[in-house]
Every structure is written in C-alpha cells, then in structure tokens.
C-alpha cells in the first residue's frame, strides 16, 4: 500500500524494524528535551503528516519496551488516526513510573499500526440471538 507522507522533521521516515514487524517507530520531533514527571501527560509531536486510503486508520500504539522498562504509554491506546486527518501526528504520552522520565530529540515514543476498518451500518432489532456467553462482562468468562 502506498500512503502519502509529508515530512517536516529531521529524521528519518517511520518505518519497520524487521521485516514482520506490523508497527513502524514514531520518532519524537521536538526542539528541546520534554521532562515528563510522574503522572503527567503530554502530546509529543513528530513531524510528520500522512494522507490515508479511506477505509483505512493508523493507530498509534506505546513501545513495549519503553513500556515495560520506563513505565511511558500512549495514554489514548491506540490512538486512531483517520484516513481524513492532514494534522502533524501527535502522540499523547503519559508516565506511570515514579521516576521523571525525559524524552529526546529523535527518541523512538511510539509505533504506528496501519489499519483497514469495516463501517458499522446498524440494523435496529427487538433482540438479539442468545449465545453461550450472554450478558456477562467484565470477568464473566472466569479467571484462569
């Protein structure tokens, strides 16, 4: 597939990192590092502006390793990003550590996932056919 991509920052196109990887790193495009404290959120732009084929999303996705090790995530994950958006993409991150976490020029902040999507047309009915799970949610199917 190919998707048009304007790109304001100093750095590299996203792209993958191994041959099946489904996500393609976003890089922070920021002139001064961001310190980011303890619960504290921010959006961390990267410079970057995309044109999606409709029926189409991006979904902006954390690291697992910046995850894991520092406790950073995409706070709306996944973020979507729709095939008529032609804003700089932007990534809402927030720390769940309890340390200060700082965040580079050029610093790997998230993944992007590009994404085909079905639209919902609804068929309003009286009810719904039974199935063997039912109305139960939220820790209904048991825990282990």
Do not use: C
Not at 28 to 38: G, M, R, S
Not at 103 to 125: F, L, P, S, T
């Amino acid at each position: 597939m190919k998707v048009k991509i304007i790109n304001t920052s100093k750095h590299s196109l996203p792209n993958y990192s191994t041959p099946a990887s489904a996500g393609m790193d976003l890089r922070a495009n920021i002139e001064a590092p961001i310190k980011l404290k303890p619960l504290e959120r921010t959006i961390v732009k990267t410079g970057i502006f995309i044109e999606l084929p409709l029926g189409f999303e991006a979904q902006v996705r954390p690291r697992s390793g910046l995850a894991f090790k520092k406790g950073i995530t995409v706070l709306n994950s996944p973020g979507t990003i729709d095939a008529d958006y032609r804003g700089e993409v932007g990534v809402i991150l927030v720390n769940l550590s309890d340390d200060d976490f700082e965040i580079e020029d050029g610093e790997r902040i998230a993944q992007m996932v590009i994404a085909r999507h079905e639209k919902a047309h609804w068929v309003e009915v009286e009810e719904l056919n039974n199935s063997e799970r039912g109305s139960g949610g939220f820790g209904s199917t048991g825990v282990k």
